[in-house]
């Protein structure tokens, strides 16, 4: 009895082992599975979420490179901020950590001057189309907030005037945009290299000044064109391969539709004005200053336009940005997204300007001699 009870014990004892095992290992598959749902519900979530924003620095990215898990870029728009943003960052991050936005970086050196006005902003110009600026005749883009103005410079380059221009602009750490005619520029090429040089952007304004609104421009499309681009050439040499703005401004602020619809050809974007100072017709820097202070105070920002060809415009400019500073006024400055390309014909053509005539061709100390002085 004592033998059949000893292995009657052995067999429950074995049995109650078995059931524990058995327990564990359906235990252990349902974590598995719990487990695996999980991880399967995890990732469908993460296929139904939307993929984090794409932070734009300095430039839109172009149509079409968009990265693997990234939206999508819209098309560049026609103008753009050159101040980098922060891009943006996911909500969540390991260890569910917030994610703190990267501070936002500015390519716009500190003033080195002390009481400088500086710049505010810089804004890049995407040209592609022709757009046009300045509300005096183009109301669809408004690049300025408020109290901003942007410096704007016709007819030079030019002797005295031009530097001094530029002199008070670098007083203040300030850049502006100067429309430089073609025949001024071919006069004076040491001038429009100091503007680049500067920092400031060129753009063009026709080869002589003339009104392609009038004859003979206005009924040959063809002549007119050449004085836009013997410009456009004369420019860019004098600029000696620096780079020169496909900006262009109409003498006159006259714009015949025929050569607007030319210059988006071109892409080349076209500049009126939104504060015109009227400083041609001013004989005393006073004069401007007011004129120009006057409309700002009505209109609260713009676009400015002067002229580095005139004397009582450079005489003027140390007061008038004295007083834009104390007025709260903020400078921006523009810059194209791309540069200046030419038509080998006119570029041609600007270049046999200074060969008329095949009788120059001693060097100067054999034909001129000082005699008496």
Known sequence: MRLIASIFGLISLSLVALGLIFSQKLVSAGSTASDTRAASSAQNDLARSPPAQVGLIGRATAPGAQAAGTAAIPPAPALAQATPRAPATNSSTQGNAQAKPAATASNIPPCDKPGGMGLARIVEIDTTGGPGFGFEHFKQYDILRDKDIVLTFDDGPWPQNTPAVLKALADECLKATFFQIGKHATWHPEITKQVIEAGMTVGTHTWSHKD??????????????????????????????????????????????????????????????DIDSRDFKMHKPDEVIKSVMSQLEKRGKGIILMHDFQKNTAEALPELVRQLKAGGYKVVHMVPRGQLTTIPKYDEMVSHQDKLSSNNTRPENSVVHTIGE
């Not at 681009?229 to 539709?257: I, K, T, Y």
């Open 212 to 273: 392609l609104a009038r004859n003979p421009y206005a009924k040959d499309l063809e002549q007119a064109e050449q004085e836009i681009e013997m410009g456009n050439s004369a420019v860019h040499m004098a600029a000696a391969g620096a780079p020169v703005a496909p900006f262009f401004r109409f003498p006159d602020l006259q714009h015949p539709p025929q050569l607007l619809e030319y210059l988006g050809q071109r892409n080349i974007a076209i500049f009126s004005t």
